[in-house]
């Protein structure tokens, strides 16, 4: 078996499998939106935050409970009232004359004629009960329900955010998916080229026209960019991985170079549009949710009143021989003094409410900030891939010409070798600068609240 066959079979076996289907950037995003944990998790948290008003309300709302008892006593007690009397003459008076009380002695008497068993204790007593409460006035808890309502649209509006993270996330993986499979075929041309060189200097050697030395280069430079492909590949195959452990589905796909975003012109058009992203809205919002937490804490200085009713039923009469009962009761609760609390509670609040102000201004500059960076950062780009393209124009042109010296005789192996490792610097150069610059249009797009917005059919974070 040759050399060069002996290659040929190592190439083939470094080669991956092909994958099954491609998936482009596009058809990457719609997937994350219905198939990725993080982002399902994202929406479980949302749906969680989503019943904070309920919960608020239950506080207003009728509150209804019901309840029984048992209960065995040690001893059973009742009271033998009369029911009725009759008036009897009793042949004489019935008591001596009292300065103290008006009539005169009498020979009448009232006599009990029947006689009824009210029970005052069971051994075995039964009771049930249900009970309602309603609260009539209570401000401080109107506007916890208002606070509850903004800590919705808070929660939200970072669930959206953070939505927009994890696409970021996939995004850039799949940039550089691209960038790497493109890497892969430069790799892949540049084995060609230093399998070619190879050949030749073989041919030149057993010709007697090339010193050993340049054979051995040759073979030098083929082994070193076999090992430059398989680091490539893997490299490849590791980003999609990651990239389909991200969308949770086999990585039994490859990916396709897209296209560099498109950005909207105009630096102000970015800036207004990066000040209404999630993140920076949420951070507006938590401005009015510090208010009304300070709003609710004044309000608890006013009086609360609230509603009771209660219907109750008893196997023990009692006094008033009925086994049911009902009351309704109408209570004012006013708290006066609480050791100062709420005025602690208020001081604090209006400390919350200057932080949040300060957030939220933090908020706006960054955003700003990030979208000129992201401005600077992408002009950068561009201007190194325009560099590296032209570079990669003059490496080519060079190994041309080299190579046609070294078949002439007149190019030395160092020579070859210093062309090749040229072009493959430029090469490479060229490929990650691509996509740095893709990279960069897709940050200011993500600094100005222009990536992944909601599908269509959703609407967007309040």
């Known amino acids: 078996m040759t050399p060069l066959t002996l290659v040929a079979l190592v190439a083939l076996a470094a080669e991956p499998a092909a994958a099954s289907r491609t998936l ?13 944990l993080e982002l399902q998790a994202a929406r479980a948290r949302l749906a969680q935050a989503q019943e904070l008003s309920a919960k608020a309300w239950s506080g207003y709302l009728p509150q209804i409970t019901a309840g029984a008892s048992y209960t065995r006593n040690s001893d059973e007690a009742s009271i033998r009232l009369p029911q009725a009397y009759a008036i009897r003459d009793v042949g004489g008076p019935t008591s001596e004359p009292t300065p103290d009380l008006p009539g005169a002695p009498t020979n009448l008497t009232l006599v009990p004629t029947g006689f009824i068993e009210a029970p005052i204790q069971r051994y075995n007593q039964l009771g049930a009960q249900v009970q309602l409460n309603q609260v009539l006035i209570a401000p401080a808890l109107c506007v916890a329900i208002k606070s ?9 509006l970072n669930v959206e955010a953070a939505r927009r993270e994890i696409l970021f996330a996939a995004a850039q993986l799949y940039f550089g998916a691209a960038g790497l499979k493109q890497a892969v075929n430069v790799q892949e041309r ?6 070619a060189r190879e050949k030749d ?32 590949r893997n490299s490849h195959q590791s980003t999609l991985m990651a990239l389909a452990t991200l969308m949770n589905e086999p990585a039994d796909f490859d990916v396709v170079v897209p296209e560099e975003p498109v950005l909207p012109a105009g630096i102000e058009e ?8 999630p993140d920076v809205a949420a951070a507006q919002r938590s401005v009015e949710l510090a208010e009304a ?4 804490v004044k309000w608890s200085y006013a009086p609360a009143v609230a509603l009771s009713a209660a219907y109750r039923w008893a196997n023990v009469a009692g006094f008033t021989g009925s086994n049911t ?17 709420r005025e602690a509670n208020l001081r604090e609040s209006s400390a919350k409410v200057a932080e949040a102000k300060a957030n939220a201004l933090a908020a706006q500059n960054r955003a700003r900030d990030e979208v000129r960076r992201g401005l600077l950062d992408l002009a950068s780009a561009r201007a190194n891939r325009i560099k590296a393209e032209e570079q990669l124009r003059l490496a080519r042109e060079g190994q041309r010409l080299v190579d046609v010296s070294f078949k002439a005789g007149t190019a030395t192996y160092l020579e070859v070798t210093d062309a090749n490792t040229a072009l493959a610097a430029a090469e490479n150069g060229f490929v990650g600068e691509t996509l740095n610059a893709s990279l960069a249009a897709l940050r200011v797009l993500k600094a100005a609240g222009k990536f992944a917005p909601p599908p269509a059919g959703e609407a967007e974070a309040p």
Do not use: N
């Not at 540049?190 to 399998?195: G, I, N, P, T, Y």
């Not at 937490?293 to 609710?296: A, E, L, S, T, V």
């Not at 009962?325 to 609390?341: A, C, K, N, R, Y």
């Open 270 to 277: 970015l800036e207004a549009a990066a000040l209404e992203r």
């Open 201 to 232: 200097a073989q041919v030149g050697f057993d010709a007697g026209a090339q010193p050993k030395v340049a054979l051995l280069r040759a073979q030098i430079d083929r082994a070193r960019t076999e090992q430059d492909l398989l680091r490539a």
């Open 24 to 36: 482009t950037f596009q058809e990457v995003l719609t997937r994350m939106e219905s198939q990725s």
């Open 190 to 195: 540049l084995l060609e080229v230093s399998a």
């Open 293 to 296: 937490g300070r709003r609710q």
């Open 148 to 156: 509850a309502g903004i800590a919705e649209d808070m929660v939200a």
């Open 325 to 341: 009962s009902w009351l309704v009761t109408v209570g004012l609760q006013w708290t006066l003094w609480d050791g100062g609390l």
